[in-house]
């Protein structure tokens, strides 16, 4: 399995589009990881220095209370990053084992489990999100349930079509005769085998939680204040359009381009596994890739 | 047909109750419960007493949760706790400015993305195509908010064209006051959408242009224009009316975050000020309605594809 995701980063990489992507996300990744020990400083204020333009000394300009724009999007960045992964990990966790048993066993429970899934996606995200916050209360924990909620369906939708294909195979078979439990079956069998599926469901959705995440701070009532995020520097900046475009403008762009080099990386991903499917289709089934 | 359209409604009952069983329970879940949603957290014993009192909240929840839907079949949502007005007639008042928006943005989302799909679909993988495609993924990309900001600073702050903020006039009334006040969001929304649009039409497009039809009309000599006029363009516009309408219904609360960047007075702003006000009976009404209104518009989409395509039987 790990020849298979090197050589899948290869291919990855090959890809134009996907390896500046991939570039892109490390910047991010470093500076946030390491923001500590980068000369910036995203909580101190100074109102004598407020609104200034993008200059030598603040790259980004300064926000209405004289601190560093470019510190807090790099601060940000954390928040951001942070919330993504952890709501991606939520969705996981609760959505491929309700997709698995749904579509391991099929009738009632797949019944039950698939309203439930039904009654998720009966909205869409943003004011499930939103619902959710209100009764939750407005909190980082509160932010990143709300987006992986939203992920739920996805996972449970993947994991289940593929249990279907997978279950009836030869090697799943041939474990159930050698009295393999229903538990292992699905966990130890049948989920290594439709790992490559989720995981590309898992880059297509961070990039989802990231924009959710950043809509429902713009709105007021993601990760609350004074924490830097980006969402919520959109929201202030837009108040000072006139006297202080960058402000908006920069934290913006780099919230763009985080979303769209995650889409780009997940589609470019799709595309491989789907030429996969293509040249496998008759010659192996199900083998580890 | 009429079969079929009741069959649709009996299914949507059960994901229905669920929902708004779940709308109800919200207030449960809430710290101190329904009765510090009503009388809010610091009051004393006395008032906590009444309200339980007047509103019942001593008998057990499934009562509770029967008495509510009742009312709200009845079409009784309670009042704001805000406002003391009924939260059914807030909601009527935004409901056609989040209408009228979303028929807007669609149509900007037409415009852009039929054409676009069109130009990539014809010369599949030419550079055309690449750019266009291209032109999707930035589209959906670029987070609406952030897309809103740069047209007003273009088109507000540096050209004084349109206004920054936008009101809601009804078109009927005043056609250029409302064209100039939905024309930011209307565009905003409309590229995002465009982008779901152009990919998937594309894709159809593509589909339909290997059919053996397509192969039976060039063998005849029909020219090329009017194969992809008139024989593909047919087939390939099917299905493409069920994205129109699940976007038409994606509209009706989920251009909140559209409908914050210019404060333009639709449904979703609604709810945003119900819930930082923590007004608990208008944010049940509002999402029951804004669910219910989805479904239907779903169903409705359903029915009419059913309706312009005779291969569909009703089953």
Known sequence: MRDGLISLGRRLLARRGAALGLAFLALVALAAAFAGLLPLDPLGQSVADALKPPSSESWFGTDELGRDILARVVYGARTSLVTAFGAVLTAALVGVPVGLVAGFYGGWR??????????LLALPNILFAMALIAVLGRSQSAALIAVGVAGIPGFARIARAQVMT????????????????????????ILPNALSPLVVQAIVLASIAILLEAALAFLGVGVPPPTPSWGEMLRTGKSYLYEAPSYAVLPGLVLTLTILSFDTIGRALTAILDRDETDASGATIGGRR | MTAYVLRRLLQMLPVLLLASFAIFAMIYAVPGGPVAVIVGENAGPEEIAAAIRRYGLDRPMAVQYLDWLGRALAGDFGSSLHSRQPVLQLIGERLPATLQLALAAIVVALAIGIPVAIASAVRPNSWIDRLLSGWSALALGVPTFWLGILLILLFAVELHWLPSASRHVPFWQAPLDALRSLALPALT???????????????????????????????????????????????????????VGLMMANFIGGAVVTEAVFTYPGLGRLLIQAISTRDYPLIQGCILVILIAYMLINLLVDALYAWIDPRIEYR
Do not use: Q, W
């Open chain 1, 166 to 189: 997978l279950r009836s195979l030869d090697f799943v078979t041939a474990v159930r005769g050698f009295g393999g439990k229903p538990g292992y079956i699905m966990f130890r069998t």
């Open chain 2, 189 to 243: 929304l409309g590229v995002y959408v465009s982008g779901i649009l152009a990919r998937f039409l594309r894709a159809s497009l593509i589909g339909e242009a290997r059919a053996d039809y397509v192969r039976t009309a060039r063998a005849k000599g029909v020219p090329e224009r009017r194969i992809v006029g008139l024989h593909i363009m047919r087939n390939a516009m099917l299905p493409f009316v069920t994205i």
């Open chain 1, 110 to 119: 797949d019944s039950l489990l698939m309203r439930c899934i039904d009654v």
